[in-house]
């Protein structure tokens, strides 16, 4: 059936647009800092990375800013143990059988989608609670693919992820470019509020790179 886009309709999108692109940004680009501040190792590739980035284009070229692997595994990492919706919803419009088990789905029945746990499980992701970005370099991947998701999967994707992946890389090379973090002696604390993660605060200390 077509359907048209009501004038509320489209105003809705747009304002789920930002909401959705630029808050949860800011807590994974926050996450990802706390956690390159704990690995020393981590910090020091993601600045050499950056480092031949700037060196080489002098300024921001956006084509090539989405071709960094290691930073897209250091931010897919950080996702990965901080989705910033720790379950996903959907509603099916019919009745759905999931093939080879015996389960149907109901029209209008809610399923829900436990990203958070999925995304710890050790059946996906070998030492589920360690900080390991190269799992996600594409040598190493071997996972399911509807095991990651911090955007959710399908036509039914966050609406809000190309603006957050923009942000989020471009925020994050530009810093790490120009600063070192350290760890902060005060653990990481968050609190769960609408199915998603907020932290309390993230400390780290920052220095000036010479």
Do not use: W
Not at 19 to 25: D, K
Not at 100 to 125: A, W
Not at 187 to 192: I, M, N, V
């Amino acid at each position: 059936m077509d359907k048209t886009l009501t004038d509320n309709e489209l105003i809705a999108q747009c304002v789920l647009f930002f909401l959705a692109g630029y808050e949860t940004s800011a807590t994974t680009m926050a996450l990802c800092l706390y956690n390159i501040a704990k690995h020393p190792e981590v910090q020091q590739k993601l600045y050499l990375e950056s480092k031949r980035y700037y060196e080489e284009f002098k300024g921001v070229d956006y084509d090539v800013l989405h071709s960094l692997k290691y930073l897209d595994a250091v931010i897919q990492e950080t996702q990965r143990l901080f989705p910033a919706a720790v379950f996903l919803e959907r509603v099916p419009n019919q009745d759905y059988e999931l093939r080879g088990t015996g389960i149907t789905i109901k029209k209008d029945d809610i399923v829900h989608i436990p990203t958070y746990s999925i995304h710890r499980d050790p059946e996906h992701f070998v030492d589920p609670e360690v900080f390991r970005p190269e799992r996600f370099l594409a040598d190493n991947i071997s996972h399911h693919p509807y095991a990651y998701l911090p955007f959710g999967a399908g036509p039914r994707n966050c609406i809000g992820m190309r603006l957050a992946q923009m942000e989020i890389k471009l925020a994050l090379i530009s810093v790490v470019h120009q600063f070192r973090f350290y760890p902060s002696e005060k653990p990481l604390e968050y609190f769960f509020t609408g199915g998603l993660i907020v932290p309390k605060a993230v400390d780290v200390r920052v220095e000036r790179r010479a």
